[in-house]
C-alpha cells in the first residue's frame, strides 16, 4: 500500500465508512515508515455522514483528521473553504495520509487542486462500488461512474474496492452477487479488485471463504437509531 | 415492483418515488438539505417526457407551480425550511383555487435562515399555514425512506383526488441517510390529450371558434363576500372529509406502557430505541407515531392504555410544537411532558429514555 490512500466512489458507496475503517485499523498497526496517520475529509459536497463527525474517535486512536476551514468550530457549512493546513499530511513522507472525497465525479472534483502532490508514485487512488446503489447496479452503469471520476481527476484509478451492501440487511448472497460484478468490472477496465468489504458482525467471514482479499468493516458512521 | 432492494439515498429516493407516482413537472430552488432532489429532477425528469424548471426563487418556484397545476400538469415541488417559508402565499393561493400540487419539506433547524442540520421545526408552518385565510394542507410524515417513497408514490393521486396541494414532511437526516427501498412501479401518466377530459376542472386551452365545452376559470380572487363565505364553507366541507378519510398512524407497545412517546419522523426512531433502553431497565414504554400531521390523528390517543399510562412524553426537534395537537387531542386526561433538541441538534436515544424516567419520577 502507498504512502496516500484516495478514496473515490458513488455517493453511498462507502467512501467514508472504508476511510474510518482504515485509519482504524492502521493506527492499531505500527508502521514504522508512517509514525503520523491523518484523514484528510474532502467531502465539500455533501453536509451529512462525513468523516469529520467522528474527529473525536480518530484522535483518540491517534489519527490526525483535517477537512475545512471551519472544522475546529463545528460548523456544518458545505463549503470548499479548505484549510491550508490539510497539505501537511499531504507532504509529511511520515505520515500516512488517507483522503476521504466527495460522491461522484462532482464531489471528487475538489482534489485536482492538489493534484502537484499526486504526480509520484507514492499515491493509490481507489473507486469504492456498491452493486446495489440504484445508479450502479450493473457493471456498465459502474464502470460510467469510475471512468467519470478518473476524467474529472485526470488520474488513474489504481484499484476498485467491492463494497456491495444493503447496511443491516447486507448478506453474504449480496456480497458475492456483488463480487462476481466487480470482478467482472475489473476485468473490463483492467483494475485489480483490491478488496471485498463485509460488514463486521453482520455477516461472518465465513460465509464469505471463497472470496479473497477480504476485509471487515466496522460500521462507525451510522447512528443505532437510524436502524430502529 | 423492483424485485430486489436497492440502496438509495433518501432526497434520491424521493425524486424517483414522486416521477414513479406520476409527477412530471419539477419547478424549484436547490437548498440544502434537499439539493439532491432538484438534481434528480433536472437529471432524470426529461428522459420520461417531464420537464424540469430551475426557478429563480421560491416564490418563482411556487408560483409556476401554480400555474402548471392549473392547466392539468401533475406537478411536485420540494424545499427546506426557509425554502417553504417563501412559499406560503402560493399555498394559500392554492388552496383557494383547489389546485392539486404534491409538495415537500425536508426540514432544517431555524428559526430564519438557520441551519442546516435536521429539525422539526416548521410542524406549525406545516400544520398550520404561514399563507392567509381559512385553509389546510394535509401532511404526511413519513419516519422511513420506504415510507417516505411509499408517500410520494400516493401524494399525486392524492393530490388529484383532493384538488388541494398535499405536503410530505420530513427532515434533514432522512434526506440525508441511505436505506434499503424497494421502488414501486412506473404508475400511467396522462397524455396532454387526455387531461381536458380527465381534469374536468383543469384550464387546458378554450377554443372560441367553436369549442365544445364551457369556459374553466381557476381562481381565488372573489370580490363578493357571500360567494367568498360560501366557498370557504366548500373547502372546509372537503377538509372535514378529509380529517375523516386522511388520519394516518401507528402505535407501538402501547399495552401495559407506563409512559407514552408521540413522535414523528426522524424522533420516532429514537424512541424506538429509547423504548429498548426502558425495557432493559424494568420501564414498559409505548410509541404513538403519528403518520399524518394534519388532520391529526386524535383517534390514535384512544387506543392509551389508561389502567397503566401514567405519563405522555412528545419527542421533537423543535422547542415543542405537536405537543400542542398532544394536548388537545388527550384533552387533560393525562400529563403531557417535552423531550426535545433544537437548532439541528438531536437527542440521543439514551438522553430521552432518561427524560422519560425524570417524568415519570417526577410524577411519583
Not at chain 1, 109 to 125: A, C, I, P, W
Not at chain 2, 115 to 125: C, E, K, N, R, V
Request: with cysteine; aromatic share 8%; hydrophobic share 40%.
Amino acid at each position: 500500500m502507498q504512502r496516500i490512500i484516495v478514496v473515490a466512489g458513488h455517493y453511498g458507496s462507502g467512501k467514508t465508512e472504508l476511510a474510518v475503517s482504515l485509519a482504524m485499523d492502521l493506527s492499531a498497526r505500527k508502521d514504522r515508515a508512517y509514525p503520523r496517520l491523518a484523514v484528510v475529509d474532502l467531502d465539500v459536497a455533501n453536509p451529512y455522514f462525513r468523516s469529520r463527525e467522528r474527529m473525536q474517535l480518530l484522535r483518540d486512536h491517534h489519527v490526525s483528521l483535517y477537512a475545512d476551514v471551519f472544522n475546529s468550530t463545528g460548523t456544518t457549512a458545505e463549503l470548499p473553504a479548505l484549510t491550508a493546513a490539510l497539505r501537511a499530511p499531504l507532504e509529511d513522507e511520515g505520515c500516512r495520509t488517507i483522503v476521504d472525497l466527495g460522491g461522484n465525479d462532482a464531489g471528487a472534483r475538489v482534489l485536482k487542486q492538489f493534484s502537484k502532490y499526486f504526480q509520484g508514485e507514492d499515491h493509490e487512488l481507489w473507486a469504492v462500488v456498491n452493486f446495489r446503489r440504484y445508479e450502479t447496479l450493473t457493471v456498465e452503469n459502474a464502470r460510467e461512474h469510475v471512468e467519470a471520476i478518473q476524467r474529472e481527476l485526470e488520474m488513474p484509478v489504481t484499484g476498485l474496492v467491492n463494497n456491495t451492501h444493503l447496511l443491516r440487511e447486507t448478506t453474504a448472497e449480496i456480497i458475492r452477487e456483488g463480487y462476481e460484478k466487480a470482478k467482472q468490472l475489473s476485468r473490463n477496465m483492467g483494475i485489480p479488485l483490491l478488496a471485498t468489504c463485509y460488514p463486521a458482525g453482520l455477516v461472518s467471514p465465513e460465509a464469505l471463504a471463497d472470496i479473497a482479499p477480504l476485509r471487515p468493516l466496522g460500521l462507525y458512521m451510522r447512528p443505532a437509531y437510524l436502524d430502529k | 415492483m423492483t424485485t430486489d432492494k436497492v440502496l438509495m439515498k433518501g432526497n434520491e429516493a424521493f425524486a424517483e418515488a414522486a416521477i414513479r407516482g406520476g409527477a412530471r413537472l419539477y419547478f424549484g430552488y436547490p437548498i440544502t438539505p434537499q439539493s439532491e432532489v432538484p438534481e434528480y429532477m433536472s437529471r432524470e425528469l426529461p428522459k420520461v417526457g417531464g420537464c424540469f424548471i430551475q426557478a429563480e426563487s421560491e416564490l418563482g418556484a411556487i408560483n409556476m407551480a401554480y400555474g402548471a397545476g392549473a392547466a392539468g400538469g401533475s406537478v411536485f415541488i420540494s424545499s427546506s425550511s426557509p425554502g417553504i417559508a417563501l412559499m406560503q402565499e402560493g399555498m394559500s393561493f392554492l388552496c383557494s383555487a383547489e389546485v392539486p400540487l404534491l409538495a415537500m419539506n425536508v426540514s432544517r433547524g431555524g428559526p430564519g435562515i438557520g441551519g442546516i442540520q435536521p429539525g422539526q421545526a416548521d410542524y406549525y408552518q406545516v400544520t398550520r399555514g404561514g399563507g392567509n385565510g381559512d385553509y389546510h394542507i394535509p401532511v404526511f410524515a413519513p419516519s422511513s425512506i420506504q415510507e417516505a417513497v411509499d408517500l410520494l408514490y400516493e401524494g399525486t393521486e392524492l393530490a388529484q383526488t383532493w384538488r388541494n396541494p398535499i405536503m410530505v414532511f420530513t427532515d434533514g437526516m432522512i434526506g440525508q441517510m441511505m436505506e434499503p427501498v424497494k421502488l414501486p412501479d412506473y404508475k400511467p401518466v396522462l397524455k396532454p390529450s387526455e387531461i381536458a377530459g380527465q381534469r374536468n376542472w383543469a384550464c387546458t386551452g378554450y377554443d372560441d371558434r367553436g369549442g365544445d365545452r364551457e369556459r374553466r376559470v381557476v381562481k381565488s380572487l372573489r370580490m363578493q363576500p357571500e360567494k367568498l363565505e360560501e366557498h370557504v364553507e366548500n373547502l372546509f366541507a372537503k377538509y372535514a372529509r378529509a380529517e375523516k378519510e386522511l388520519a394516518r398512524w401507528e402505535s407501538e407497545n402501547l399495552k401495559g406502557a407506563e409512559v407514552v412517546f408521540v413522535a414523528f419522523g426522524t424522533t420516532a426512531r429514537i424512541c424506538r430505541e429509547a423504548i429498548e433502553i426502558l425495557a432493559a431497565q424494568g420501564v414498559k414504554a409505548g410509541l404513538i407515531r403519528p403518520i399524518s400531521l394534519w388532520p391529526f390523528p386524535n383517534k390514535a390517543f384512544d387506543e392509551i392504555d389508561w389502567s397503566a399510562t401514567k405519563a405522555v412524553v412528545s419527542a421533537e426537534l423543535s422547542m415543542g410544537q405537536m405537543i400542542t395537537d398532544v394536548q388537545l387531542a388527550l384533552n387533560g386526561r393525562l400529563p403531557v411532558f417535552l423531550a426535545h433538541r433544537t437548532g439541528g441538534m438531536v437527542p440521543t436515544s439514551p438522553e430521552v429514555a432518561q427524560r422519560a424516567k425524570a417524568v415519570l419520577e417526577g410524577l411519583k
